[in-house]
């Protein structure tokens, strides 16, 4: 376990703007079912966050995208910079991008001068995010952008992988066989129902809300449907795994991810305070120990 020094607390990665807390007060107060199906739609669209400005000079980069065309028929953009015959993935969160792991990447340059030749470094933005085709999606369907990247490749030696990116890497090396060998999981979601309730108690929508949803989803995806979740899949992973999470993330606390941590067959696990959910990211601290299990470089 490792301490970071103390910083303010990292706001939430959404807060919602009032007419989204005054519909679901209205449509629960109207009808349980009819907020269920409300909360549902907005729990599957990832919010359209704008790309910050240090950002974009990473994006800029790797050139322009090659489009993927998704099993669902929706094109996502995938890009790629380095000449190295081994593979780095880096899969992005719920509306996040692949350029969250910007600072990330130029330190592990900093240290690892020859990363570029001996990677390649490949991001994509999955259904539904940033440059790609589509409104709404669900884990699997990012899931299944990593199997089609993986298998492009070739191999991945490495994938970086940060929230719901966790549990889709997972679910991809676990049940669609993507050929992955390692991965780095930093801030993993925890069971679906879990997140589920999360978001509602988020825009406001009561706990029968988030039993309806439940139960809609155990009727479209199966009884068992959390089983698809990252502390259900941890205790069956089969490849070197390194996990974060910080005590101060405020989108998927401590309580979920250290389950999975925790739970973790062949995994270290590592936890943090004060980097909330997505500065742990950018920390040089977190980025010296992936360097290190990574490369055996410190």
Known sequence: MTDQQSTPK????????????????????LSTGWAASVAFRWFVTPYP????KREIPFEQRFG????????????????????????ILLIHGWAG???QFGIMVEAMEAQYPDLLKEYTI???????HRGAEGKRTLMPEIASCIVQVAQHLGEVDLALAHSLGCGATMYAVQNLGAPIKRQVLIAPPGRISAMVGLFCDTIGFNRSVHA????NMKS???????????????????????????????????????EVGEKMANG?????TGLGHRRILRDSKVIEQIMKWSFNIS
């Open 10 to 29: 990292e706001p939430l990665a959404i807060k919602p703007p009032k007419a989204m807390t005054r519909i679901a007060k209205t449509t629960q107060f």
């Open 97 to 99: 991008r692949f350029t």
């Open 49 to 52: 966050f704008k790309i910050p």
């Open 122 to 128: 490949t991001g994509f933005n999955g259904v539904s």
């Open 268 to 272: 270290t696990y590592i936890e943090t």
């Open 212 to 215: 309806r949803i439940v139960k």
């Open 220 to 258: 479209k995806y199966g009884e068992d449907f959390d089983m698809f979740s990252p502390p259900e899949l941890a205790p069956f992973n089969k490849i070197p795994a390194l996990v974060f999470h910080d005590v101060d993330d405020r989108d998927t606390p401590i309580s979920l991810g250290r």
């Open 64 to 87: 322009s995208p090659t489009m993927f065309t998704h099993e669902n028929g929706k094109r996502y953009p995938v890009y790629q910079m380095g000449t190295g015959p081994k593979n």
